[in-house]
């Protein structure tokens, strides 16, 4: 009666309803049907209700779900967007596989490094293109004596992975246009959110610079102890020819000469050896 429904122009006389129930057995609102003039619902009427009662909220849930879904969407689009920016302006090479060995991401860096463009290697081409295959070949065969089982191709690079989350590994890779250069390159198993994996990230570092500083190291580490071994031999008063010779081998013996030139001086008739 105090219902502003029941009077004026709406003059209501009855009023059904049921309750709308989620999956969850939470209640957010009613169904109901109005009339104008005084009733009751019939039996068929009332499970008729019901059954639309559970046709609105499977209505809403999917439109939640729709909802929800454009919201993942969206956050998938705005985060493959951001993994993209990141794997193309990142200082380093990055390149991506699944699980058979296909290439699927070959950054700007991994372009410059190598020499080849993501369009010539994006799922046409396995990380094998810029191996030098008798290196692959060897490590290969330690792997399968390693763990007891024929490992070959693709596994090559990947088969570590069983054991570890990520393995690093030094290999020397080749250009397309065919000069060979060292790498440390770690490789890692991609996974999606329910932990599967899908596929594999390569991230190969150029060691040249690395190499060419250790091997000045060195060569001014042997040119140290060339001097030093001269200076013992000068105190040692030796005579300028054997202190000559002495000083002439210790040099060859860093040498790649070092063996021809040994056997050189053991033939040599002024040899004191």
């Known amino acids: 009666a105090e219902n502003p429904g029941g009077s004026g122009e709406w003059n209501l006389r009855v009023e059904s309803g049921v309750p709308l129930k989620t999956a969850d057995d939470h209640k957010i609102g009613t169904l109901c049907v109005i009339d104008h003039k005084p009733g009751k619902l019939s039996q068929a009427q009332r499970s008729a209700l019901r059954a639309r009662g559970r046709q609105v909220i499977r209505l809403a849930e999917l439109r939640k779900a729709t909802r929800d879904q454009g919201d993942r969407r969206r956050e998938l689009i705005a985060g493959t967007a951001l993994n993209r920016a990141i794997i193309d302006y990142a200082g380093t090479a990055i390149i991506s596989t699944d699980l058979d060995g296909t290439i699927q991401t070959f950054n700007p860096a991994a372009e410059e490094l190598l020499g080849y463009t993501a369009v010539e290697m994006n799922g046409l081409n396995s990380p094998g293109i810029f191996h030098v295959p008798k290196e692959v070949a060897e490590r290969a065969e330690q792997l399968s004596q390693e763990y007891g089982e024929k490992v070959e191709g693709f596994q090559t690079f990947v088969r570590p992975l069983r054991d570890k989350p990520s393995h690093t590994e030094e290999w020397l890779y080749v250009r397309k246009d065919g000069t060979r250069f ?19 990230l390569g991230v190969p570092r150029d060691l040249t610079e690395r190499k060419r500083q250790d091997q000045q190291r060195e060569a001014e580490a042997k040119i140290s102890d060339i001097r030093r071994r001269s200076q013992e031999a000068f105190i040692a008063h030796l005579a300028p020819s ?9 040099t060859l013996y860093f040498t790649a000469i070092y063996y021809l030139s040994l056997i050189y001086l053991l033939h040599c008739p002024r040899s004191p050896l």
């Open 182 to 200: 060292p790498v440390s390159l770690t490789v890692s198993t991609l996974r999606n959110e329910m932990g599967e994996p899908f596929g594999y």
């Open 242 to 250: 054997e202190l000559f010779y002495r000083l002439l081998l210790y």
